[in-house]
Nanobody
Framework: QVQLVESGGGLVQPGGSLKLSCVVS????????VGWYRRAPGKERDFVAS???????RYGDSVKGRFTISRDHLKNTVYLHMNSLKSEDTAVYYC?????????WGQGTQVTVSS
């Protein structure tokens, strides 16, 4: 069972930045992709960003140009760099990974954007 552990959430003012980390319990190249989803209060879970084994990145429309996903394979860690944060980015952010059809989720980390 692959385990994903997020960290880095917190309270930030609008326009600020935050970096989330997702530590994977095994070599991240064993996974087809690792990424981030989020669930805002009262809303469904939305795709945020992902990076696949080949290094190809994808982003949700609402975060393009503001968020960047990266990885450090030596640390088995995937990062989400969030800039120009808005109140609507407030959500619980979940790390997600998959090996073919098997999916793995972290416990989530809360990000609150508020003045």
């Amino acid at each position: 069972q692959v385990q994903l552990v997020e960290s880095g959430g917190g309270l930030v003012q609008p326009g600020g930045s935050l970096k989330l980390s997702c530590v994977v319990s095994e070599n991240i190249f064993n996974l087809n992709a690792v990424g981030w989803y989020r669930r805002a209060p009262g809303k469904e879970r939305d795709f945020v960003a992902s990076i696949n084994v080949g290094g190809v990145t994808r982003y949700g429309d609402s975060v393009k140009g503001r968020f960047t996903i990266s990885r450090d394979h030596l640390k088995n860690t995937v990062y989400l760099h969030m800039n120009s944060l808005k109140s609507e980015d407030t959500a619980v952010y979940y790390c997600h990974g998959n090996i073919l059809s098997r999916q793995f989720w972290g416990q989530g980390t809360q990000v609150t954007v508020s003045s």
